[in-house]
């Protein structure tokens, strides 16, 4: 993602990374389906509300970030992008970051890089907690973080989730942000964030190469059953 003082690399989270792309939410698209007075009117899962996003998403791409440029200009080498790919990935996502970050950062952490000034939050997920969990958890040939490694990689999932944060509280005003509880309980009424809309993005940039719109229904059907799949795990 970046790097920080004293040459500390500071990762993505890894669910939205894969084959050298990165693929961070995005809440810019944030248009509804109207009611004939122009009041917003969706329900999901509806036939209806995939239909219009099934138009909406591959004819209204913003201009992309350069992360996104990046996929865009890749995307015939890049087949691995679709709408389970999305699904899956966010769900892990957000499965993840409703219980992270476990750290407390201070303001200045970026410029100062120190890592001792980093602490565990009350209650929080400890490195030998992390350790006790992997030891026998581990799958061959992959590798337990260090320390250091751990506390960057949790920054990392810091500056992703207050950016989100950030751009829905502007794009999405009329909205509630998901939260662990939300996911855990299965609580989210109409009024709170829908689980494509920080994806719309992507999910625009799969349905842009799919001319018969019941295949990009299909696929966003797609995307929302393994975003269930995967939230539920």
Known sequence: MLTIAQGHEVPWPEPLTDGGFAFPKDYRMNDFPRTPDGDIWYD?????????????????????????????????????????????????????????????????????????????????????????FNKDAVADGESIMTKEELILDEFGWYLTIIEAERQFSFYWPDFIKMNGGNIVFSTLTERHEPPDAGWRIYLGMVLN??????????ELECFYHYWREMISK
């Open 209 to 218: 190469r799919i001319q018969d719109k019941t295949l990009r229904i299909k």
């Open 44 to 132: 999901i899962p509806d036939d209806a509300y995939f239909s219009w996003l099934a138009d909406y998403l591959p004819n209204n791409l913003p201009e992309f970030t350069p992360e996104q440029q990046y996929l865009w200009d890749n995307l015939d080498n890049y087949t691995r992008l679709s709408g389970f790919w999305i699904g899956d990935q966010g769900g892990w996502y957000e499965s993840e970051a409703a219980f992270l970050p476990n750290y407390d950062y201070p303001d200045n952490f970026s410029d100062i890089g120190d890592l001792s000034a980093v602490k565990v939050k009350d209650g929080g997920y400890t490195y030998d907690d992390y350790m006790d």
